[in-house]
């Protein structure tokens, strides 16, 4: 069953080790982390934004098929559903619906209002036992028609609303979204050192992790990120091993276009790419 992303990330923190989220976008997503995880043994989080709650076909359809694929596939390591980028209405329609944890992205709103709403929601997530992240300074890079440049979070701010009762809170450290830019001057490890001078035992987030160097990723980790969101990379691997199959002619041989089939080596290539990322962050045997 579900469980809130608590104790796994304060365990991480703990453990100097990351919990990965994999964002998911439809069952061969779910199906390939879910698996990934369970052979790797490691706690994993499934992170849905609202872009894909609603391709999906809603919040509650998402529920039912992640319940139904821990029941039916055996899953027994701890699996977080998770919203990303959640706007309070979003996060109230997922607490609603039955996920185990939600983000309120307040960052774009005055640091008063953002302390309002997370305040709010914080109370409803503790009452119900969900886990809430919370966001301050902008990511860069576009996620769902959100754009940011990769600001850096003033780290007095993320104290005021580590304080309030989140989880886990992700701080713009210079973290892009999706591809980084060439010009990219990389994380700011100054400013996560003093995020996490302030907020103690907080596990942070970095959001954005494709496309950072390793030696970048496991710094962070050791500065205290504890949770690390991974999609457009896994993005990358399904639609590269498509292709090829495709530019094979496969599709064409007898029944190669059978979804089943066609969808195989994309569904394989998600699988080793969740593997290489848990290998990286530490979270095998974790569980």
């Given at each position: 069953m579900?469980?809130?992303?608590?104790?796994?990330?304060?365990?991480?923190?703990?453990?100097k080790y990351a919990v990965g989220q994999f964002n998911i976008n439809n069952l061969e997503w779910?199906?390939?982390?879910?698996?990934?995880?369970?052979?790797?043994?490691?706690?994993?989080?499934?992170?849905?934004?609202?872009?894909?709650?609603?391709?999906?076909?809603?919040?509650?359809t998402i529920?039912?098929?992640?319940?139904?694929?821990?029941?039916?596939?055996?899953?027994?390591?701890?699996?977080?559903?998770?919203?990303?980028?959640?706007?309070?209405?979003?996060?109230?329609?997922?607490?609603?619906?039955?996920?185990?944890?939600?983000?309120f992205d307040g960052s774009h709103y005055a640091i008063?209002?953002?302390?309002?709403?997370?305040?709010?929601?914080?109370?409803?997530?503790?009452?119900?036992?969900?886990?809430?992240?919370?966001?301050?300074?902008?990511?860069?890079?576009?996620?769902?028609?959100?754009?940011?440049?990769?600001?850096?979070?003033?780290?007095?701010?993320?104290k005021s609303i580590a304080d309030l009762g989140v989880t886990m809170l992700a701080a713009g450290i210079g973290n892009i979204h999706g591809k980084y830019p060439e010009n990219w001057e990389g994380l700011s490890f100054e400013t996560l050192d003093a995020i996490q001078q302030l907020t103690g035992d907080m596990p942070l987030v970095l959001h954005g992790g494709t496309g950072i160097p390793e030696d970048m990723i496991k710094k962070a980790i050791s500065l205290g990120v504890a949770k690390?969101?991974?999609?457009?990379?896994?993005?990358?691997?399904?639609a590269d091993a498509t292709r090829k199959y495709i530019e094979a002619g496969k599709d064409l041989e007898g029944k190669g276009f059978d979804p089943r089939k066609l969808l195989a080596p994309g569904f394989e290539a998600i699988k080793a790419t969740v593997k290489e990322k848990m290998e990286l962050f530490g979270s095998v045997n974790k569980a």
């Open positions: 579900l469980v809130s992303a608590k104790e796994m990330l304060n365990k991480a923190k703990a453990g779910t199906k390939a982390v879910l698996l990934t995880a369970q052979e790797n043994n490691s706690p994993v989080i499934l992170g849905v934004s609202e872009g894909a709650g609603k391709y999906m076909g809603g919040y509650k529920v039912g098929m992640v319940n139904g694929l821990l029941e039916e596939l055996n899953i027994t390591v701890p699996v977080a559903l998770h919203l990303d980028h959640g706007s309070y209405d979003g996060a109230m329609a997922c607490i609603n619906a039955g996920f185990s944890s939600v983000m008063d209002e953002n302390i309002a709403k997370t305040t709010e929601l914080v109370k409803i997530c503790e009452e119900k036992g969900l886990s809430i992240e919370a966001e301050v300074g902008s990511i860069g890079g576009e996620e769902d028609g959100v754009v940011g440049k990769g600001e850096c979070a003033d780290p007095q701010e993320c690390i969101n991974v999609n457009t990379e896994c993005q990358l691997a399904f």
